[in-house]
C-alpha cells in the first residue's frame, strides 16, 4: 500500500521559512516524480513544484520561483518543499504526489498517489 505522509505545516508570518517533508513509503520511490501542489479555500488545487526521479531537474510554478526549493533524497524516501519569504496568497494546504515510472509533470491528473496534506497559514 502506497502512502505519501506530510509534515512540517504550521502558522508563520509574512516573510518567514517552512520546510514540508513528504516521506513515502510502499513504492519505488526512486523510480517516481515528485510534486507538491497547494489548495486554498474555494480554489482549485494548483501545481508548486515538481521533481524527476533522479533529483536532477526541477520544475516550479512562476509565483514561487527563487522563494521556493524542492529537494530529494532516495535513501531516506523523502521529498521537500523548502518555503523561504512566505507570503499570505501562500496560505493552502499543501500536498505531495507521485508519478510512478514517469517523467515529472505541473498536471494533477497525471500523479497516481496523493498525500493528505499539510496545512501552511502566513499570517500578513
Known amino acids: 500500500q502506497v502512502q505519501l505522509v506530510e509534515s512540517g505545516g504550521g502558522l508563520v508570518q509574512t516573510g518567514a521559512s517552512l520546510r514540508l517533508s513528504c516521506a513515502a513509503s510502499g513504492l519505488t520511490f526512486s523510480r517516481s516524480a515528485m510534486g507538491w501542489f497547494r489548495q486554498a479555500p474555494g480554489k482549485e488545487r494548483e501545481f508548486v513544484a515538481a521533481?524527476?526521479?533522479?533529483?536532477?531537474?526541477?520544475y516550479y510554478q512562476d509565483s514561487v520561483k527563487g522563494r521556493f526549493t524542492i529537494s530529494r533524497d532516495n535513501a531516506k524516501n523523502t521529498v521537500y518543499l523548502q518555503m523561504n519569504s512566505l507570503k499570505p496568497e501562500d496560505t493552502a494546504v499543501y500536498y505531495c504526489a507521485a508519478r510512478h515510472n514517469s517523467w515529472y509533470s505541473a498536471n494533477t491528473y497525471e500523479y497516481d498517489y496523493w498525500g493528505q496534506g499539510t496545512q501552511v497559514t502566513v499570517s500578513s
Open positions: 521533481i524527476s526521479r533522479s533529483g536532477g531537474a526541477t
